[in-house]
C-alpha cells in the first residue's frame, strides 16, 4: 500500500513541447534539482522509465491526467508520486500545462507498477475504461506502421504487454509466414513474436522465429477450427490434459505460475493467419470478459495490418516477377556495343515500379539502346511497362528514327490513357500511364549515336582518356502529353567510348539530398575511374551512387561500350540508273567477297544483288547506292535509292515475267527488310556466313 505524504504538493508548468517553464520551491524540495537547472528541460527527463500510455494519450489530445509515476531524484532514489495535469492556455493562445506531483509514502516492500496497487487502492470501473481507451489508441498509433508481418506482430505484443498481459505470444500459420512443409502431427506455426515483462521472456516455450507442432486437441487448434476467442484458466481440466502432454509448456506453467489465458485467433477478410496468445502469471488477477473483448479489438486491428503487409508482400512478389520477366535477361547478339547493365526494385512501401531498358539490334549492323520509366509502382506500373517496351520493339523493327519512334510512342501512351479514362483528361501527372523514355541509336560504320527524349534524364559519355561528358539533347516532354514535338541530335561516339543510360532513380538516393548537381558530380566521379571490365564499372556506379542502403526508387543502368567496323570491312558504291549497272554491281561484289575470303557466299549474294539492284534501276530514284557489309560472321548487302515507297512481297502468277525477286531474296537470306533515310529508303538483306 501507499498513501499521500502530508505537505505541499510540488507544481511546475510546462510549454506545448514539453519544455518546463516554471518550477515551484517545493519541486525543488522534493527533487533536489534547482530551478535554473530545469527550466527549459523536458519534463519527460524527470520519468524514471517509459511514460504511461495514458499520459502520453492524454498530451496528445490535450486532455487531464491523473496517476502514478516514478520521478528521478538529485540525489536518493526515485519516488513515486500521484502525477496530476490540467491543459490550460496562456494569455496569448499559447498551450501550457499545468503540473501537481503529490509524493507517495511507501509501507513495506516497494509496490509493482501498476497505478491501481501502487495507490492502495483497487481500480474502479471508470479507471479501467480509461486504460482500455489508452490502450486503444496506442494500439490504433503503434500496431501496423509498417508493410512488415514480424514487426507489426511485435507491435502488437509490445502494445499486449503494457499493463495488460504479463506475456504476449504471435503465432503465424507455416503458409502465411512462408516457412517448411506442413507436418501430419498437427498444425505448423511459427513464432514471430512475443513480449513479456520479464527480460528475455523465459516463460516462452518457443523461440522467436521457431517452427512449432500443435496437436490437434490443444486450445489454439479450437479456436482456429472455431474461429472465437477462448479464456482458459489453470484449472480447467481440459487445458491441463492438453498441458501434460506438452512438457514444455508444463514447464513454463508451473515454473512462472501461469494460471490465465486468453486465445484470439488471427483472422482478417475472412482468412485466419494464426493466434496471439496473451498470458498472466505476475498480475493475481485472471482475465475476465472485459479483458476477452479488449485482447480481440487489439488483434483485430493487429489481424488487418498483418493481412495488408501479406497482401502488400505477395502483390509486390507478382509485380517483381511481372517486371523480370519484361526485362531482357540477356542482350541480342550484336558486334556495335559491349553492354552491361543492372536493375535494382525499389523496397520500399509502394512496391516495384516501371523502370526499364532494352538493347535492340537493328539492320546496317546498328543497335538501339533504350532506357524509360513509367509513373507508378505495382502490377500496373509493371504491365505499363511491358506494353511500352514491346511498342518500342515493334518501332524499332521498322527502323524508325528516334525523334519519330518518340511520337508514336506519345501518342500511343495518350491513347491508352484516355481508354482507360474515357470521362477524364490524361495528362502526365495526373494520367493513367505516364511515362518517360531516351531512345538512341548507334552506328557503328559512321561512329554516330542519334538520340531522343522524352522527358527522361539525358546520357553520359565516357571517352577513350576517360573523360566525362554529359551531352546536351533538345528536352522533349514526357509521353504522354500530346501534341508537342520531339528533336533528335546526333553525337559522334568515338570507338571504346563508353555511353550510360540510366532512371532518375539513381540520382534519388538519400545521402545526396535530392541535390541533382550532387548526384551529377558523384557520377561523373563514378565513371572516370579505370575499370577492368563494365560489369566492375556497373557495380561501382551503384555502390557510389547509392551507398549500402536500399535506393529509394527503382534503377535501372545500362553501360554500352561502342565498337566500330573497320573501313576495310565495309564496300559501297554509287550507281547510275542504267540496267547495264546491274551486271557491274555483280562484278564489284564479287570482287569485293574474293578480297574478303567469302567466296562460298558470291552465288547467293550475287543473286541478292541482282534483284536489289534491279528493283532499284526499275522502280527507284536516283541517288542509288549498293553498301556492303561484313559484320563478324553476318554478310549485309544494302541498295538505297530516292525513292521513298517501300516494296513488298506479293503472289506471282505462273506466267507472270517478275513479281518473284523479294520472294527469292527472304528464301535465301537469313533477314531482309526496308528502312526510310532523309534522302529516301535502303533495302537490306542479311546472311549468315
Not at 511514460?51 to 496517476?67: N, S
Not at 554509287?574 to 564479287?590: I, M
Request: proline share 8%; glycine share 10%; charged share 25%.
Amino acid at each position: 500500500m501507499a498513501t499521500r505524504v502530508p505537505g505541499r504538493a510540488a507544481t511546475a508548468t510546462v510549454d506545448g513541447d514539453g519544455a518546463i517553464t516554471g518550477w515551484s520551491a517545493a519541486a525543488e524540495r522534493m527533487s533536489g534539482f534547482p530551478a535554473d537547472r530545469m527550466l527549459g528541460r523536458s519534463a519527460f527527463d524527470l520519468l524514471a522509465g517509459d511514460p504511461p500510455i495514458a499520459l502520453l494519450r492524454a498530451v496528445v489530445e490535450g486532455e487531464p491526467f491523473t496517476g502514478m509515476v516514478r520521478l528521478i531524484r538529485s540525489e536518493r532514489g526515485p519516488v513515486a508520486v500521484e502525477l496530476a495535469i490540467v491543459p490550460v492556455r496562456t494569455a496569448g493562445g499559447d498551450p501550457t500545462w499545468v503540473v501537481s506531483a503529490q509524493p507517495l509514502q511507501p509501507l513495506g516492500a516497494d509496490p509493482p507498477p501498476a497505478i491501481a496497487e501502487v495507490s492502495g487502492r483497487k481500480a474502479r470501473p471508470e479507471d479501467r475504461a480509461r486504460r482500455r481507451l489508452a490502450m486503444l489508441g496506442a494500439a490504433g498509433l503503434r500496431i501496423g506502421s509498417t508493410l512488415e508481418v514480424q514487426r507489426t506482430a511485435q507491435e502488437l505484443a509490445d502494445v499486449g504487454t503494457e499493463d495488460f498481459a504479463d506475456f504476449v505470444g504471435v503465432d503465424l500459420l507455416d503458409p502465411v509466414f512462408g516457412g517448411g512443409p506442413p507436418s501430419n502431427a498437427g498444425l505448423v506455426f511459427y513464432r514471430v513474436a512475443q513480449q513479456s515483462v520479464l527480460p528475455g521472456c523465459p516463460e516462452s516455450a518457443v523461440a522467436t522465429g521457431a517452427r512449432d507442432v500443435i496437436l490437434p486437441e490443444s486450445p489454439m487448434a479450437q479456436v482456429l477450427s472455431s474461429g472465437r476467442p477462448v479464456r482458459t484458466d489453470i484449472r480447467d481440466p481440459r487445458l491441463r490434459g492438453w498441458i501434460e502432454r506438452e512438457p514444455r509448456r508444463q514447464k513454463a506453467a508451473a515454473e512462472f505460475g501461469i494460471h490465465s489465458s486468453l486465445l484470439v485467433p488471427l483472422t482478417a477478410r475472412g482468412v485466419t493467419l494464426g493466434v496471439a496468445i496473451f498470458l498472466r502469471h505476475r498480475s493475481p488477477e485472471a482475465f475476465d470478459d472485459d479483458d476477452l473483448v479488449l485482447a480481440t479489438e487489439l488483434t483485430a486491428r493487429a489481424a488487418l495490418s498483418v493481412d495488408n503487409a501479406r497482401q502488400y508482400t505477395q502483390q509486390r512478389d507478382t509485380a517483381l516477377a511481372l517486371q523480370r520477366s519484361l526485362l531482357p535477361a540477356r542482350t541480342p547478339r550484336q558486334a556495335a556495343v559491349e553492354v552491361a547493365f543492372r536493375y535494382l526494385p525499389v523496397n520500399g512501401r509502394d512496391g516495384v515500379g516501371g523502370d526499364w531498358f532494352d538493347v535492340i539490334a537493328l539492320s546496317g549492323a546498328r543497335v538501339a539502346l533504350v532506357v524509360g520509366d513509367v509513373v507508378g509502382h505495382g502490377v500496373p506500373a509493371s504491365a505499363a511497362m511491358g506494353r511500352l517496351r514491346m511498342a518500342v520493339r515493334t518501332l524499332a523493327d521498322i527502323d524508325m528514327p528516334p525523334d519519330e519512334l518518340l511520337t508514336h510512342l506519345d501518342d500511343l501512351v495518350l491513347r491508352v490513357d484516355l481508354e482507360e479514362l474515357p470521362d477524364a483528361t490524361a495528362t502526365w501527372a495526373g494520367g493513367s500511364v505516364g511515362a518517360t523514355c531516351l531512345y538512341a541509336v548507334y552506328d557503328p560504320v559512321a561512329r554516330t549515336c542519334t538520340m531522343a527524349r522524352a522527358g527522361h534524364p539525358g546520357p553520359v559519355l565516357v571517352g577513350p582518356d576517360r573523360s566525362v561528358t554529359f551531352p546536351e539533347l533538345p528536352p522533349g516532354p514526357p509521353l504522354g502529353l500530346g501534341g508537342l514535338p520531339f528533336e533528335a541530335r546526333e553525337l559522334a561516339v568515338p570507338e571504346g567510348g563508353v555511353l550510360a543510360l540510366y532512371t532518375d532513380g539513381l540520382l534519388r538516393a538519400s545521402e545526396l539530398r535530392g541535390d541533382p548537381a550532387l548526384g551529377l558530380d558523384r557520377l561523373r566521379s563514378a565513371l572516370a575511374d579505370p575499370a577492368d571490365s563494365l560489369e566492375e564499372l556497373c557495380d561501382r556506379v551503384l555502390s557510389t551512387m547509392l551507398g549500402p542502403d536500399a535506393p529509394s526508387d527503382d534503377v535501372a543502368l545500362l553501360l554500352a561500350r561502342t565498337r566500330a567496323l573497320h573501313e576495310l570491312d565495309v564496300a559501297d558504291w554509287e550507281l547510275r540508273r542504267d540496267p547495264s549497272e546491274v551486271a557491274r554491281a555483280r562484278k564489284v561484289t564479287a570482287t569485293t567477297l574474293a578480297a574478303w575470303g567469302v567466296e562460298e557466299a558470291a552465288f547467293v549474294t550475287e543473286l541478292v544483288v541482282s534483284e536489289l539492284v534491279t528493283n532499284a534501276v526499275r522502280y527507284g530514284l536516283p541517288p542509288i547506292g549498293l553498301r556492303l557489309i561484313r559484320d563478324g560472321d553476318t554478310l549485309i548487302c544494302e541498295v538505297s535509292d530516292g525513292s521513298s515507297t517501300a516494296p513488298h512481297l506479293r503472289r506471282a502468277r505462273t506466267f507472270d515475267e517478275g513479281g518473284r525477286g523479294l520472294l527469292l531474296v527472304a528464301q535465301l537470306c537469313r533477314n531482309w527488310g526496308t528502312r526510310h533515310t532523309p534522302r529516301g529508303k535502303t533495302i537490306w538483306a542479311e546472311q549468315q556466313l
